[in-house]
């Protein structure tokens, strides 16, 4: 299972603004990146996992997650 930007930022009870924040760009910007994080630079990728406390393939990867990743997913 592929968790998107939102899905991750939600669970982390983290609003748009909240992420956008941290990261120091605009609102706007940062529902830009949500909806297309493949058009982001790595670096703002690793920045942005590191925030959400997840790797980078998290992101990215289509793979499916192991149960026990599911579940601590779940319990944050």
Do not use: W
Not at 16 to 43: F, T, W
Request: include cysteine.
């Amino acid at each position: 299972m592929k968790y998107t930007l939102k899905e991750i930022r939600a669970r982390r009870n983290l609003t748009q603004q909240n992420m956008a924040d941290k990261l120091g760009v605009s609102r706007q910007r940062y529902i830009i990146i949500e909806k297309y994080p493949s058009r982001v630079s790595c670096h703002k990728m690793e920045v942005i996992a590191d925030i959400l406390g997840v790797d980078i393939g998290d992101i990215f990867l289509q793979d499916y997650h192991t149960n026990s990743e599911v579940e601590e997913i779940r319990n944050e």
